[in-house]
């Protein structure tokens, strides 16, 4: 193997390809430690070591790091990675590593998610952000079941947020705050459970 380009970036951070192909990011200090050099060979014991203990340690105590502060969907933590230039089989080793320890788990993701947001939100709403997250369809259907009831209080939520006395509203002014509610994935049969209009 060898070291064919070594891109320098911002903050001392360092580009490393290997016969052609990227293959990690380093700081300038770990090029020094492990004597990285363009147009040189590397030793297979020496890749492997870099692999395991400094770029691999690196991108799972990225990924904890990420998951410490706020949950994420795996979709989300793989862009976060590889937004820190890892590599997908980098990528997929930390992701492994942190559900090991059920810090990522997009079962319980989806089930938070709907709980916590249940009562603003339509359920077609929910349904297509989880899915934007990359959330797999069996998930959202099982998070539904568990905690989903029905949209009624999450349409009077929405209406109160606009008016506090429906009954004071203007046939058009129901009827446009009928078709933003609609918009949100409300059925339009929920809706004028609420908002009586008359066409």
Do not use: C, P
């Not at 949209?151 to 058009?172: C, F, R, Y």
């Amino acid at each position: 193997m060898i070291v064919t380009k070594l891109e320098e970036l911002t903050k001392g951070k360092v580009k490393v390809y290997i016969d052609g192909e990227y293959h990690f990011l380093l700081y300038r200090k770990d090029i020094n430690t492990y004597k990285l050099q363009e147009n040189e060979m590397i030793q297979e014991k020496v890749y492997e070591e870099i692999i395991q203990d400094t770029v691999l340690r690196r991108a799972k105590q990225k990924a904890m790091a990420i998951l410490k502060y706020m949950d994420r969907t795996e979709q989300e933590l793989r862009q976060k990675l590889k937004q820190a230039e890892y590599t997908e089989s980098i990528t997929e080793s930390a992701i492994e590593y942190v559900k090991m320890f059920h810090y990522l788990d997009d079962k319980r993701f989806a089930a938070n998610y709907i709980r916590y947001k249940k009562d603003t939100k339509s359920k077609r709403q929910l349904q297509t952000e989880l899915m934007q997250k990359g959330i797999r369809k069996e998930f959202i259907e099982q998070a539904f079941e568990e905690e989903y009831d029905d949209e009624d209080l999450a349409i009077q939520k929405a209406i109160a947020k606009k008016t506090m006395d429906i009954d004071s509203l203007s046939q058009e002014e129901k009827k446009k705050l009928a078709s933003s509610l609609y918009r949100k994935g409300f059925k339009m049969d929920k809706i004028q459970k609420y908002i009586k209009i008359y066409y």
